[in-house]
């Protein structure tokens, strides 16, 4: 009978085995979909950020324009730009940054 349980007892160890080597085995293909999709979304915000600073720099230079020319008009706008890559205040809970 002692022989009997031992046996019962290594197929079920082996059966738990089987089963956490399947699970280990779908959360590596999870992990490897999931730093793939991360390197996606890093290289697009990368590309977002270009082209934000691209744009941010063209608006600076029509601002300057505008501003070093003659003008009749006051003009309304500030003469500063929102830098949009700065954190927002320490009274900010976002965590964002």
């Not at 009978?1 to 160890?13: Q, T």
């Not at 008009?73 to 940054?97: M, Y």
Request: with cysteine.
């Amino acid at each position: 009978m002692n022989e009997f349980l031992s046996l019962l007892l290594d197929f079920k160890l082996d059966s738990i085995e089987q089963r956490m080597e399947k699970i280990n085995s779908k959360l590596y293909l999870q992990n490897c979909y999931i730093m793939q999709e991360n390197e996606r979304l890093r290289k697009k915000a990368q590309l977002l950020n270009q082209e934000n600073q691209a744009l941010l720099s063209q608006l600076k230079q029509k601002l300057s324009m505008t501003s070093s020319g003659p003008s009749t008009t006051p003009n309304p706008r500030p003469s500063t730009l929102l830098d949009l890559n700065i954190c927002p205040s320490a009274t900010d809970d976002s965590g964002d940054c």
